[in-house]
């Protein structure tokens, strides 16, 4: 395999025939990925859209050792058609912005490379957003649209599930660095684990993108763009919600005076996502949804203090332990809804605690 470097792109790509001089273009590094070397290649040609190169590697930049196969790039290759042509069957979002997907500009299975649209060189990260107080309920709104839509279109499709079946990054991804790793650090959560493990083998409905998240998203005045779709697959749409939601109530949790502006951007989320859901499915399956979306947010919770990769800006040992609180609740005590999980966020935070 080719190891693509900045210095080495140009040639790469006078090899792959996609320009004739190294002049044609300027290559920088993108930083914030763990597990991918990613390149912004820019033309000096205006005409021609920026690209971004994406190369997967196999160890990933974390404290602790982490390694997944390289060819989790070619499942992300798969996502990104499958996510396009979902969201093509969809009417755009009311309002401002859109909502949408990079387009694969460029492959070489070969050597675990593509190329995608780049985004807008205004758009910023949705995380940093957060991080600095910049709270707009519409971007969550797009977001809990665009999983909807994304979850709804693929509900059943077993076209979808027989390209993206396997869960074999997935798991090396996600459930074991997170799941499994919560129950090593804490013996006690065993079984509450193994239960949230066995739910996401046994209720496998639709495409999972598996890394929904602030960091995978890019914002601008115009577009919600998302990223990072190597750990998409075939199964239960409750770790996505989790996952994501976690984002949003850890920043909640800390946000102090500001906990009611945060708390919206999950009302948002919630609200929008479950318009698009309620096309595909009862009153029933929805309750289950969100029953089962709970689970894998204390699940998330935990994690995001005791997994493989916690959360960086969250320092504080009491917020930590407020994080950790939370997180088991929601993993142990069947909290069967959102809002019963605001109420323990509320509880913790009463100054009685």
């Known amino acids: 395999m080719y190891l693509l470097e900045v210095d080495s792109t140009p040639d790469y790509l006078v090899g792959q025939q996609v320009i004739s001089e190294v002049s044609e273009v300027q290559v920088s590094l993108l930083t914030g990925g763990v597990s991918n070397r990613v390149i912004l290649v820019e033309f000096e040609d205006a005409q021609r859209p920026n690209w971004v190169i994406k190369q997967a590697r196999d160890r990933l930049a974390v404290e602790q050792e982490w390694l997944c196969s390289v060819?989790?790039?070619?499942?992300?290759?798969?996502?990104?058609?499958?996510?396009?042509?979902?969201?093509?069957?969809?009417?755009?979002?009311?309002?401002?912005?859109?909502?949408?997907?990079?387009?694969?500009?460029?492959?070489?299975?070969?050597?675990?490379?593509?190329?995608?649209?780049?985004?807008?060189?205004?758009?910023?990260?949705?995380?940093?957003?957060?991080?600095?107080?910049?709270?707009?309920?519409?971007?969550a709104e797009c977001c809990g649209w665009l999983l909807g839509v994304l979850h709804s279109q693929s509900w059943g499709a077993d076209s979808v599930r027989q390209r993206i079946a396997s869960t074999e990054f997935f798991d090396d991804l996600r459930l074991d660095p997170y799941y499994r790793q919560v129950a090593r650090v804490h013996s006690e959560l065993e079984d509450p684990v193994a239960k949230l493990l066995q739910s996401n083998l046994e209720n496998r409905h639709c495409l999972v993108h598996g890394d929904f998240s602030p960091k995978n998203i890019l914002v601008n005045d115009r577009a919600v763009v998302l990223l990072d779709f190597e750990v998409g697959h075939y199964g239960d749409p409750a770790f996505d919600l989790g996952f994501f939601l976690t984002h949003l109530h850890i920043k909640t949790l800390i946000s102090g005076n500001r906990f009611d502006d945060y708390a919206a951007l999950i009302d948002g989320f919630w609200g929008a996502y479950k318009t698009q859901m309620m096309t595909v499915l009862d009153t029933s399956e929805m309750l289950a949804l969100e029953c089962r979306a709970c689970l894998n947010l204390g699940g998330c919770l935990l994690a995001r203090v005791d997994g493989k990769s916690p959360v960086e800006y969250l320092t504080d040992a009491s917020q930590q332990e407020l994080v950790r609180r939370v997180g088991w609740q929601a993993l142990t005590e069947n909290k069967n809804s959102l809002a019963v999980v605001r109420e323990s966020m509320l509880a913790e935070l009463s100054p009685e605690n």
Request: hydrophobic share 40%.
């Open 71 to 139: 060819e989790r790039v070619l499942r992300e290759m798969d996502m990104l058609q499958i996510c396009n042509q979902l969201i093509g069957t969809s009417s755009a979002l009311a309002g401002q912005r859109r909502a949408v997907v990079p387009e694969i500009l460029f492959e070489d299975r070969e050597n675990y490379v593509y190329a995608m649209t780049a985004a807008d060189s205004d758009s910023r990260v949705w995380k940093q957003d957060l991080l600095a107080g910049h709270v707009d309920r519409q971007v």
